[in-house]
């Protein structure tokens, strides 16, 4: 998996101390163009990110390259509706006589049932490209194509959405493709948008709590003074 930070809003986190400014005083455009010192934007950022009051954040935003990822996670990714844009490789256009297939570890460990899966996904192929070669539209091929299946995804997330979709997918709860493309954003904005994403990711570490109840997968009790909560 390919996941590559290919554009983001110009000194971030200056953008959004500069949102949170303009909340609280009464500076104006002028003003509010001039660099915030360090110091102060941590304050600021941490002031909301605290309260929670993070409508300020949405003035950032962070564009990723997703490549090598199954349809599986394209359409967990996709359920992320808010603050969110995104822009697919086209099945009906791009015709995919060279398609690529995620094999989870789980199959490559176990020698026959890879044999197996890799085997079916040959044939598939196969037909795929028969298909193509006799004239049948690249939109009525897909059909046969598996959830393995690899694509190429262009995301772009503004930073409440981002923080919102970390949350929920850096979670061991999550899937493990989607976890491991969540974790790599992370990386990439941490260094980026360092006060923002301080703190951001599964909430057993970040806020010592783990939401997930009855589900917990349990990491919460390796983490010091972290506790398992449900909301009701
Ligand atoms: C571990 C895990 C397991 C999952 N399992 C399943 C499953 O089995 N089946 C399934 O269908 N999905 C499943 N999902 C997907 C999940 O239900 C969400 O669709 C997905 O995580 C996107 O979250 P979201 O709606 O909060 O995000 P967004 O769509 O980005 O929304 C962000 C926030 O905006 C608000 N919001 C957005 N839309 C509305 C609206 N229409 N009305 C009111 N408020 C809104 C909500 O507060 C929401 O949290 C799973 C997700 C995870 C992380």
């Known amino acids: 998996m390919i996941v590559k930070l290919l554009s983001y809003t110009k000194d971030p986190e200056q953008v959004v101390a500069a949102a949170i400014r303009q909340c609280y005083a009464s500076v104006g455009a002028k003003e509010l ?3 915030i010192d360090k110091p102060t934007r941590q304050r600021l950022i941490n002031q909301v990110l605290a309260s929670g009051h993070t409508s300020t954040l949405e003035h950032a935003s962070f564009t990723f390259g997703v490549e090598g990822v199954s349809r599986i996670t394209e359409i967990q990714l996709v359920r992320h509706r808010v603050g969110t844009a995104y ?19 789980a199959v490559k460990n176990n020698k026959i049932i890879y044999k197996k899966y890799t085997k079916i996904l040959k044939d598939v192929q196969n037909l795929y490209n028969e298909m193509i070669d006799v004239g049948i539209k690249a939109e009525d091929a897909r059909y046969l194509q598996p959830q393995s299946l690899q694509t190429k995804i262009v995301v772009t997330f503004n930073a409440r959405a981002l923080l919102h979709f970390l949350e929920l997918r850096c979670c061991r709860r999550a899937q493990w493709e989607i976890q491991t493309m969540a974790n790599l954003m992370l990386q990439s904005v941490k260094k980026v948008a360092p006060t923002i994403f301080a703190s951001a990711g599964v909430t057993c570490i970040t806020q010592k709590i783990c939401w997930e109840g009855k589900m917990s ?4 009790q390796k983490i010091k003074d972290a506790e398992v909560r449900s909301r009701v």
């Open 33 to 35: 163009k001039q660099k």
């Open 87 to 105: 822009s697919i490789q086209s099945g009906r256009y791009v015709k995919r006589g060279d398609a690529k297939f995620v094999i989870p570890i």
């Open 217 to 220: 997968c349990g990491l919460y």
